[in-house]
């Protein structure tokens, strides 16, 4: 489901997210994907807060940027907004509507759904399957978003030279890249319940899958960039400095047993808080399998730790594992990127949706 399409040439994901642009290019033959190109440019602090672009000119400047390094020639992308400013319901409609019918019937009913004046919004919707109380209806998702956040994203991609074909949902983007995933995992996920904990720079983002279907997600205020402010204050350097020394080393002795491990042990009780939080707003009341994405979980030893203090199963995510890679594409750099690229991975996939 998008909240808004049009007719599909090859597109490139375009994720824009806290704390940098990642935008990536696969091409499709029969069942099997090969990434073709892709690049991740850092945003200036701020640009992005709270999941809203607040900085159209920096935030376009990045996407462009990212779009040049890639070397891609794609002009239609595929972007995402988060979760958090989409409004979800499911509906019930009489079955057998054209679609026509449908549609118009939906825009009437939507004014009860959604509490904002319908011209200022984006509504989109899918048809979910028949109702299981009244099989003469069908359940509809509904979704919608204010148009000021969508126009914050169109115009960033304006300004990059982008046409913006596909704007989904970031937990979308989120379940097609763990459907790669799944095929891996036993019995291929199905039957499974699984957590994604994606710690990216300023935000969890938790995704519980179950039979593959995403059951529940939340946002909690917790992410990298917590370490790196503490890298800052302890060794006094800049934002910047301090977000290279957490991925290429050279800081003192101290900073594993003083700053790592207490950051690592915060990770693990994030973690433990979604479980409660996934439990007890659910009928759910375990999970079979921990899932670790965003940057954080480049952090060696994260997973062993994870799931020694949940008893839980932990895997870092790379969507790319059954995938060709191009020739130009450094092999160990798109591993150590990869559970970063989870949303740009399931935006590019939507060029391919039929
Ligand atoms: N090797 C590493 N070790 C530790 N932290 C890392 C490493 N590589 C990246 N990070 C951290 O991961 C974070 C970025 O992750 P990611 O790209 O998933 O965030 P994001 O998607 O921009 O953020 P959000 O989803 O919150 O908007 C940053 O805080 C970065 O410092
Ligand atoms: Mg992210």
């Keep these: 489901m998008e909240l808004f399409v049009r007719k599909k040439p090859p597109l490139i994901g375009v994720d824009i997210s806290s704390s940098a642009v990642k935008v990536l290019e696969l091409s499709k033959a029969g069942d099997h994907y090969r990434v073709e190109r892709y690049a991740v440019e850092p945003l200036p602090r701020n640009s992005v807060v709270e999941s809203a672009i607040t900085d159209v000119e920096q ?204 950051f690592m042990e915060a990770m693990c009780q994030e973690t433990l808080r979604a479980l409660q939080f996934f439990y007890s707003s659910s009928p759910y009341n375990s999970v079979d399998q921990i899932l670790l994405a965003g940057g954080c979980s480049q952090i060696p030893g994260i997973d062993e730790l994870i799931a020694s203090r949940t008893g839980i199963s932990t895997l870092v995510a790379n969507p790319f594992t059954s995938m060709s890679i191009a020739s130009r594409i450094k092999p160990q750099t798109l591993a150590n990127d990869a559970p970063s690229l989870m949303v740009a991975c399931g935006l590019a996939m939507r060029s391919f949706d039929s």
């Design 59 to 262: 935030v376009g400047a990045a996407v462009e940027h990212a779009i040049r390094r890639s070397g891609t020639r794609c002009k239609h992308a595929a972007v995402a907004v988060s979760a958090a400013h989409v409004i979800n319901k499911t509906i019930s409609m009489p079955t057998g509507l054209s679609e026509q019918d449908l549609e118009s019937q939906i825009e009437m009913e939507a004014d009860h759904y959604i509490p904002y004046p319908l011209d200022e919004v984006n509504l989109d919707f899918e048809v979910l399957g028949p109702s299981e109380s009244n099989p003469n209806e069908d359940e509809i998702l509904l979704a919608a978003c204010r148009k000021e956040v969508v126009d914050d994203y169109i115009a960033v991609l304006d300004r990059a030279g982008l046409s913006p074909t596909v704007v989904d949902v970031e937990s979308y983007a989120m379940e097609s890249a763990y459907g790669l995933i799944a095929r891996h995992l036993p019995g291929g996920g199905m039957e499974k319940s699984v957590a994604v904990m994606d710690f990216g720079a300023t935000t969890t983002h938790v995704n519980a899958v179950h039979n593959n279907r995403s059951v529940y997600t939340r946002d909690h205020a917790f992410g990298g960039r917590q370490l790196t402010e503490e890298i800052q204050r302890r060794y006094g350097l800049s934002y910047e400095e301090a977000g290279l020394a957490k991925k290429v080393g050279g800081l003192p002795d101290n900073y594993q047993t003083d700053i790592l491990h207490p």
